[in-house]
């Protein structure tokens, strides 16, 4: 089979650093500060994310049966699976990225090669531990934190930044037919949001506060957790918290208007954050986890029995 090369990522001589640069802008911004070493590492691993990432939201007709052929890479289960993957696999090898996270990413990209309607908050948070949990707890490994107590906030930092993610793409998430907001919040069809009918504007707005409030329960436990990570990998980790954090506050300002489209963060704003980060880096002690936040994730990849 021919492996599948997104357009983003279809020039494996494209340097990572120059992906992150040009589609994961808040990210590039944060790895910045990491230094050379780390900051390549980080790019790294957010190009197989990206790559994974651009293949499941793609419009090839084999695209699931190309994502099950990577799934089975990682775990184990085939050879090869093309040379993206094959990069990937020397980057885990060399920092003991968890393969079960990144065959978890795998599953979940695979949830979405399906319509999507979301039923309750449990099922949304396993989703979001899926696609976006995992990629915490593989960049705790790619960032050379040997703490594991940061797992559990790794965690809490993917989860965070995935409901922003969802806050923020309700309109383009409907016209590919995934609804994630919860039936529970707002039980309407992806085709109706689509269509941003007046009838659903404002109970869909009312379920993206509901995400924002979610989302700061999990930054709020992620902050605890930078203070686990090494100096300089905790201020770039939590620039990017900051700065992802702040679309949600951007989406708050314009008042929810979800059906206007998207929203961004200003490069004045990420400088403002930016400072406001060497406040995260002061040495305090570090609380347990918060037990009741994975209370629906038991099972899943890094996360702890209870």
């Keep these: 089979m021919e492996h599948y090369q997104p357009d983003h990522v279809r020039d494996q001589q494209e340097p990572p650093q120059q992906i992150l640069a040009r589609h994961g802008k808040s990210f590039y911004w944060a790895s910045k500060f990491l230094g050379v070493a780390l900051a390549d590492r980080a790019a790294r691993l957010y190009q197989f994310c990206r790559y994974v990432d651009d293949l499941a939201d793609g419009d090839l007709p084999d695209r699931q049966e190309s994502l099950e052929d990577?799934?089975?890479?990682?775990?184990?289960?085939?050879?090869?699976?093309?040379?993206?993957?094959?990069?990937?696999?020397?980057?885990?090898?060399?920092?003991?990225?968890?393969l079960s996270a990144a065959t978890e990413l795998l599953d979940g990209m695979l949830m979405d090669q399906h319509p999507t309607a979301v039923a309750d908050e449990a099922e949304l948070l396993r989703y979001c531990h899926a696609v976006a949990g995992t990629v915490g707890l593989m960049m705790c490994r790619v960032l050379n934190c040997k703490e594991p107590r940061a797992d559990s906030f790794a965690i809490d930092l993917g989860i965070a930044m995935q409901l922003t993610n969802i806050?923020?793409?309700?309109?383009?998430?409907?016209?590919m037919s995934r609804r994630y907001l919860p039936a529970s919040w707002a039980n309407f069809t992806p085709a109706q949001?689509?269509?941003a009918r007046l009838d659903c504007q404002q109970p869909v707005a009312e379920g993206i506060e509901r995400l924002l409030d979610l989302a700061e329960t999990y930054y709020a436990s992620a902050l605890l957790g930078l203070r686990l990570l090494p100096f300089r990998s905790r201020f770039a980790i939590a620039i990017a918290l900051r700065v992802y954090r702040q679309i949600g506050w951007v989406l708050r300002r314009r008042k929810l208007a979800w059906w206007r489209g998207r929203v961004m963060v200003s490069a004045g704003e990420k400088v403002v954050l930016s400072l406001r980060s060497?406040?995260?880096?002061?040495?305090?002690?570090?609380?347990?986890?918060?037990?009741?936040?994975?209370?629906?994730l038991q099972g899943l990849a890094g996360v702890q029995s209870r």
């Design 167 to 175: 806050s923020r793409d309700v309109l383009e998430d409907a016209k």
């Design 278 to 296: 060497v406040a995260d880096l002061r040495p305090k002690n570090v609380p347990l986890h918060q037990a009741h936040l994975h209370q629906h």
């Design 193 to 195: 949001i689509a269509e």
């Design 70 to 98: 990577i799934r089975a890479r990682l775990a184990g289960e085939a050879i090869s699976a093309g040379p993206e993957i094959e990069a990937f696999m020397v980057l885990a090898n060399s920092t003991n990225i968890p």
